[in-house]
Every structure is written in C-alpha cells, then in structure tokens.
C-alpha cells in the first residue's frame, strides 16, 4: 500500500527545517561578529600583487 | 479575451509601473548599478531568489516531473546548497571590495587580461542567456495570449528594457518584492487547486484528492505512482549535474550574485544567500506536482507545456494568478541577467576599458544605453535564435570557470594570473568544441554534460599552469584604467 504522504515531502520537509537552522543560527554568529571582523580579507588578493610587483590599488 | 490574459496584462502594468516608481531613488550611477549599495536584508534575498527562479526552475522542473518523476526536488535542494555556499564563502568578501561586477573582483585577485577576458566571456554568455530566457517568457505569453512567438517575444523585450531604463537596481529590487509575492501565493495556489479541487473531479481518481488521488490517476494510466514519487526517480548522476551546476554556476554568477554588491553592508550580503535558499527550495514541488498531474489527466503530450498546460486547464482565476507566478519568476530572470549583462558592459568594458576618463554623470547615461541595446538586441536575438535554447548549459560553463578562477584566488597561495586568463579562454575553447562536436565527437567519446565538462578543463588548466608558473615582475602599464569616487557624489 502506497503512502499517502510522498516520500519526497519528508525529504524536502527535512532539509528545509536543517536550512532554517542554518540560517538562524548563522544569524546568531554574524551578528556576535564585530563589524570590522573581515577586515583582512583583503590581504590575499594584496599579497600576490606584492609577488607579481603590481601597484596595489587603494581602495576607499 | 480570456481571464488569465487579462489578469497576466493587469500584473504585466502593474510590474512596469512598479519598475518606473523606483525612478526617483536614482541619483548617479552608484544607485543605478548597485542600489547605492543600501539594499535591506529582504531586498536582498527576495532578489536573490526571484532570480534564481527562472524557465529553468518552473516550467523546466515540471518537464523534468512530467517524464521522470519527483526526484527533480534535487534541482532546488542543489540551488539551496549553492546559495549557501555563496552566502557562507563569497558574498562578504565581495561586499567589503565594494565591487560592481565579478570580472572586476578578479581584477583585485589577479591581474587586467584576467578582468578583461571574464568581461568579455561574460557579456558574451549572458547576452546568449538573456536570448534563452526571453524566448521561454515569450513561450508563456504565446501559450496564454495565443500571439506569435516572435511578437510576444519583442513586446516582453520592450516592457523589460523599460522598467530596467527607469532605475537599474532599483528598480529589479522593487519589482522583486512582487515577484517573490507572486511566485509564492500563485504556484502554490494553484497547486492546492489541482490537489484538492481538479484531482478529485477525474473519473479515475475514485473521488480521492491530494496526492493519494494523484498515485491513483498515475497508476490507472499505467505509470508506476512509488516510482514517480521517490525523491530517487532521475538517478544519482542527473542530481550531481544538479549539485555541480548549484556549486560552480551560482558563486560566481553576476545575474544571481549582484544583489550582494548592493546590500547596505557585509553581514547583510552574507545573510540573505541562506534566506535566499530557504525561500527557493520547496518551488520544485509545487511545479514537479504539477507537472505530473499534465502527465496522469492527458493534458498534453509535450512536456515543455506540462506546467502551461496545467494551469490553463484549471479554475481561471487560479490558474491565471498561477500563470502570473510563472510570468514572475520569468521576468525576475531576465532582469536579472539582462541587467547583470549591461552591467559588466558598461562599467567594465565601456568606463574601465575603453573609456577610462567616463564620469559618473556619463557612466548613469551609457548604463542606460546599454542596457537598452542588449535588451533590443537580446530579444531581437530570441525572435530570431529560437533553437539556441538547447546550448543553455553551455553558459553555466563560463560561470564555472569563474567560480573556480575565483574560489582558487582566494584561497590556493599559488594561485597565478595566468592561470586564471588561461582556465577562462580554455574553458571557452573547449566548451564550444565539445558543445559543436569539433573537430572529433568528443560527447560520444566522454559522455560528460558541457558544464562538468567546461569546469573540468579549466580546473585542470588553472592547477597546472599555476604549478608551472614564475612570479614575475609586472610593468607600470599592466596597472588598471580605473578611477573610483573618493565620495558618493549627487547629479
């Protein structure tokens, strides 16, 4: 006998409830970080401009 | 006239008008491009997701149910996860280079050929999707309307360009609050409607609704209903394509990504990707239900129209806001990439290229002007390019090299600049080889989809050529044309 309720509704019942999880607590993390905290997300990119000797670029 | 064509004409008016409203929030090209870069956490994420449901997601999920069952949900489960990938790794590294377009971003990770050539593959891709995705809204609006293909075509061009003309960014924020309103009353209203209402009145349903009734129509036209509701039913290789296109297709995707550009700030850009998922994964239920419902009562025997053809033979009214869903999601894509397309057109190519000494003045004046050109010229391209539709995928095979240009740039030390220019050509090279079959049939021979394919060579080219490569000294005229405004300045 063939259920009533998909298997597919589960599925995608589960993992919309793991996404709101995600999110909420994502939420609790970002907004615990300071507002400078990826300040130095930038120094990759400025980095392998100092190797290649390129004139890094100011931005405002 | 019928109800649906009256209430998809009533919805069309009101999203222009919506588009021109935005009109006054526009002062220099900062608001025309990214909003000011004010843009609130549901702005943000709404049009985020409106974006992301495009042909593909709708009318293509219920063609996807309608020959191979449920087991499409995977299309949007592999979105959500690319959204999440995005919002957790690269939307605030974006956001905090204050960038416009993403061929710039590999400017500040790698050097000017990069920026140039992803400039260049960007246009030239999005311009193709724009074709592809003006000719699915103008299927829709042939399929209610009953006009040609080619004049529904040129009209939803024209209405487009319009609204776009009006307020850039603002303007596909605005109009994406209504869209997701749309998208989220009408699909799943008309899917309660076919559930509970429509099912029940079909001779072989045995008066059961929902999808009891469903399985039992299923099973009555000798489809096998367990088979078409597992979640299981495409195979484990259509839902990796499915989670490679989410991963490598969505991060680097200027269409779907420059709502982030234009968040108020970096946490922002990083929350509203994850909203942004949760709002986009339950749409391939709705649409697969449907689809397979075409399929049991005998709507129709095209599985391109099994969504249509759903709701125009169900309540009008039901069936003419389902319409106006789709409609939505639609129009919510080719703005999206119509704009992301004049964008990078404008502000890479035009001002930071070609025409280095543009003012912001200008630069407000030849967004608009190109945004009028690829709009004319794309939906020109649909009227007469209709069977590029099928070469769809080839597009996300340049988004794939990006993400992969990008994703090594920002975390492989070795990363090199000519390892990104060279994985971006490789990836165009290759991909037009393999997508036409020259010079030998190399889809017979590796049997991969182009996309997996595309990201496949660039990755390979990208690590060798960055392992192979020497950093060197750079002269002074490998520096950008670029002039950024050291204040946001009012016309």
Same mark, same amino acid.
């Given at each position: ?8 509704? *589960? ?10 999880? $995600?999110?909420?607590?994502?939420? $609790? ?20 401009? *100092? ?10 | #006239? ?29 608001? =025309? ?19 992301? !449901? ?29 959204? @999440? ?60 309307? %009953? ?12 209405? #487009? ?7 850039? !960014? ?13 998208? %989220? ?104 239900? @449907? ?83 690829? %709009? ?6 649909? #009227? ?53 079959? =020259? ?53």
């Amino acid at each position: 006998m063939m259920s009533y309720f998909p298997l597919f509704l *589960k599925l995608d019942l589960l993992i919309w409830g793991i996404l709101i999880l $995600v999110f909420f607590l994502f939420t $609790v993390y970002i907004s615990r970080l300071p507002s400078d905290a990826i300040k130095n997300c930038k120094a990759k990119s400025i980095e392998n401009k *100092k190797r290649l000797g390129i004139k890094i670029y100011k931005m405002k | #006239m019928s109800i649906q064509l009256g209430i998809l004409i009533i919805y069309f008016l009101f999203i222009v008008l919506l588009g021109l409203l935005a009109m006054k929030k526009v002062r220099d090209s900062e608001d =025309l491009l990214v909003a000011g870069r004010n843009l609130g956490m549901m702005f943000v994420s709404v049009s985020i997701a409106a974006e992301y !449901m495009g042909g593909l997601g709708t009318i293509g999920t219920a063609e996807v149910a309608f020959t191979s069952g449920m087991g499409v949900i995977w299309y949007h489960i592999a979105s959500a996860c690319g959204l @999440m990938l995005f919002g957790f790794a690269f939307s605030h590294y974006y956001r905090k280079y204050n960038v416009v377009t993403i061929p710039e971003y590999l400017y500040y990770l790698y050097d000017i050929k990069t920026w140039k050539a992803a400039s260049v593959l960007n246009v030239i891709g999005y311009w193709f999707f724009t074709v592809i995705q003006m000719t699915a809204l103008g299927s829709l609006v042939t399929s209610v309307t %009953g006009l040609d293909l080619k004049l529904s075509v040129l009209f939803c061009g024209i209405a #487009m360009t319009l609204y776009l003309l009006a307020a850039g !960014m603002w303007s596909v924020a605005f109009t994406s609050v209504a869209f997701m309103f749309t998208i %989220g009353t009408g699909i799943p209203l008309a899917f309660w409607w076919v559930m509970k209402k429509e099912i029940p009145l079909l001779v072989s349903s045995q008066g059961m609704s929902g999808f009891a009734g469903l399985a039992q129509i299923l099973s009555n036209v000798n489809l096998n209903p367990e088979h078409l509701f597992s979640p299981f039913s495409l195979g484990g290789v259509a839902v990796l394509g499915y989670f490679l296109a989410g991963f490598l297709g969505i991060p680097a995707a200027q269409a779907t990504v420059n709502y982030s550009f234009g968040a108020r700030n970096w946490k922002v850009a990083r929350l509203a990707p994850i909203l942004a998922a949760i709002l986009v994964l339950p749409l391939s239920i709705w649409t697969g239900s @449907m689809g397979l419902y075409a399929r049991a009562a005998g709507l129709t025997s095209n599985p391109k129209l099994a969504l249509g053809a759903t709701l125009m033979n169900i309540n009008p009214i039901i069936g003419g806001i389902g319409i106006a869903g789709i409609f939505a999601a639609l129009v919510s894509t080719v703005a999206g990439i119509l704009f992301g397309c004049a964008s990078i057109m404008s502000k890479d190519i035009w001002q930071r290229w070609l025409h280095p000494d543009t003012d912001d003045k200008y630069l407000a004046r030849w967004t608009r002007l190109w945004i009028l050109i690829i %709009g004319l010229t794309s939906a020109f391209g649909a #009227m007469t390019l209709p069977k590029i539709l099928h070469q769809a995928f080839f597009v996300y095979s340049i988004r794939g090299a990006l993400m992969i240009c990008v994703a090594f740039g920002l975390w492989w030390k070795l990363a090199h600049p000519d390892a990104a220019f060279w994985s971006l050509i490789t990836a165009l090279i290759g991909g037009i080889m393999y997508q036409f079959n =020259l010079p030998i049939n190399f889809q017979a021979i590796f049997g991969l989809h182009v996309s997996i394919w595309c990201a496949l060579i660039s990755l390979i080219t990208f690590v060798l050529i960055s392992l192979c490569s020497k950093w060197t000294y750079q002269t002074a005229n490998q520096l950008p044309p670029m002039k950024f405004p050291e204040k946001r300045s009012s016309i």
